[in-house]
């Protein structure tokens, strides 16, 4: 994910992700509902700390999770340990993924193709999702909703919270800037210690926008078609998303 540095706040990276990416659900039945339909493992890029994978393995698929962050990896491991469901994790760039297996369904949740570098980085993780695929198997990708209007506003101040071992760590959407290539969210974060002294810092991420028809060219040039899309609820962080079905196009 394209960020620029904190200042100020530190805290749990782990806390503030759960945080600010734990709480949406808008694509989990979906997603429960496709490994029902396409059973025997599925591929969970940019799995983060496990908001998808563990809700899966609860279900009792065998999930293979994806991160190139060795940290967020490491506390899905502990909870699925934990919890003693089948995640296996793979720490990885989903751009380079080169694993021994193939999956009948692969995800690609929270609009990951918007955060890994542009066309390029986007036509890197569909080629590399289709070298995974198995035959007759589906990859889905959330993607923001295209045409958006332009323009800036200020979120609903909802706070996202989770505490720590006393440390409380508040995210709170301040402002959404949606410019011709770019969605940008920014975020005020405080971290609240045991003794009540807080901090607070600007915490930005940048999504690439791209349209569907774009995403048809990058796929095809990756050997996949898209087979069909589920739009899913609008939240107050996330702006109207679709889930888009790919296909090996010889599958």
Known sequence: MRAEPDTGAAGDPVAWHDAENGGFAADLGLFARLAGERPGGVLDLGAGSGRVALRLAEAGHPV????????????????????????????????????????????????????????????????????????????????IEEPLPLGSGRPDPIPDVREVAGWVHSSLPVEVAIEPGSITMVRMRRLV???????????????????????????????????????????????????????????
Do not use: K, N, Y
């Not at 003693?84 to 929270?110: C, K, N, Q, W, Y």
């Open 64 to 143: 293979t999770a994806v991160d190139r962050d060795a940290g967020l990896l490491a506390a899905l491991e502990r909870r699925a340990r934990e919890r003693g469901l089948d995640v296996v994790t793979e720490h990885a760039d989903a751009r380079s993924l080169e694993l021994d297996r193939s999956f009948p369904l692969i995800l690609a949740p929270m609009q990951l193709l918007h955060i890994v570098g542009g066309a390029s980085g986007r036509r890197r993780v569909l080629a590399a999702a289709a070298r995974h695929l198995r035959r007759g198997g589906r990859f889905w990708a959330v993607v």
């Open 193 to 251: 210690a045991p003794d009540g002294t807080m901090t607070e810092s600007r915490h930005v991420i940048r999504m690439d926008r791209f349209s569907l028809g774009e995403l048809d060219r990058d796929a095809d040039a990756a050997g996949l078609a898209i087979v069909g899309c589920e739009r899913l609820p609008r939240t107050v962080e996330h702006e109207d998303s679709v889930a888009v079905a790919l296909e090996a196009r010889d599958g």
